[in-house]
């Protein structure tokens, strides 16, 4: 696939799952996580300008820290959940909030199935994106993998308080999922992105690959932090 040829319909017929029937039946794999997230929240961000949200970055850390990392990932990339599940956790407690760097997470969906959990995370109010960042990297196997991997997806919607009807709802909004492919086409245009994860730092130097913890520090220590 060439970096001028990404759209919604590359995207999606990249596998079965732009063909599965979206409806409130679709509980048969069998899958199970513990809930991160806080009942009393909003499940949803409102839906006056969904596009705008979903748009919005998605970021941890301190504005004033010196380097900016920006991370492309796949929600159904195994490398990608290797480097949240292994890697990240350090990254976060040992460089993010100590304010070394700022960390933001953008959608780089390689398939139909990375696109509809970009699309599920991304809904959510902003502070809850994280904690669904982490539970579908933390169950990766388990949903991705499923025989039915879009009812899979739609249980750990429901632990995040998100009825079959929004669940859908979100799969089948068009324009929501184009904006996605759209953030992948400029990740593309932009950075020459074509692999994940890969990282920007500082608007300067693209890495690719599951890097370890001392891996990814050695690379942040080249500028400084």
């Given amino acids: 696939m060439t970096n001028t040829d990404i759209t919604y319909k590359s995207i999606?017929?990249?596998n079965s799952i732009s063909r599965r029937?979206?409806?409130s039946g679709l509980f048969g794999a069998a899958i199970?996580?513990?809930s991160p997230f806080a009942a009393s929240m909003t499940a949803l961000a409102a839906d006056d300008d969904i596009i705008a949200h979903i748009s919005a970055p998605r970021i941890l850390g301190d504005s004033k820290a010196p380097i900016k990392v920006i991370e492309f990932f796949s929600m159904t990339c195994g490398h990608c959940a290797n480097f949240h599940n292994v890697t990240f956790p350090k990254v976060k407690s040992d460089m993010i909030e100590?304010?070394?760097i700022q960390f933001e997470m953008r959608p780089f969906?390689?398939?139909?199935l990375a696109l509809r959990g970009h699309a599920l995370a991304r809904s959510l109010p902003t502070a809850r994106?994280?904690?669904?960042v982490k539970a579908l990297m933390s169950q990766h196997k388990q949903w991705v993998r499923a025989e039915d991997p879009l009812a899979a997806l739609m249980k750990i919607a429901r632990l995040a308080g998100i009825s079959g009807a929004e669940f859908n709802?979100?799969?089948s909004n068009r324009a929501l999922l184009e904006?996605?492919?759209e953030m992948r086409q400029t990740a593309l245009n932009d950075w020459n992105v074509s692999s994940t994860p890969s990282f920007v730092i500082n608007d300067d130097k693209v890495l690719s690959g599951n890097m370890n913890y001392e891996t990814f520090v050695e690379e942040i220590n080249a500028y400084g932090a």
Wanted: glycine share 8%; no cysteine; charged share 20%.
């Fill in 98 to 100: 100590r304010g070394l």
């Fill in 179 to 181: 904006k996605l492919v």
């Fill in 169 to 171: 709802k979100i799969m």
């Fill in 12 to 14: 999606t017929a990249s």
């Fill in 21 to 23: 029937r979206f409806s």
């Fill in 32 to 34: 199970t996580v513990a």
């Fill in 109 to 112: 969906p390689l398939d139909g």
């Fill in 129 to 132: 994106y994280f904690p669904m």
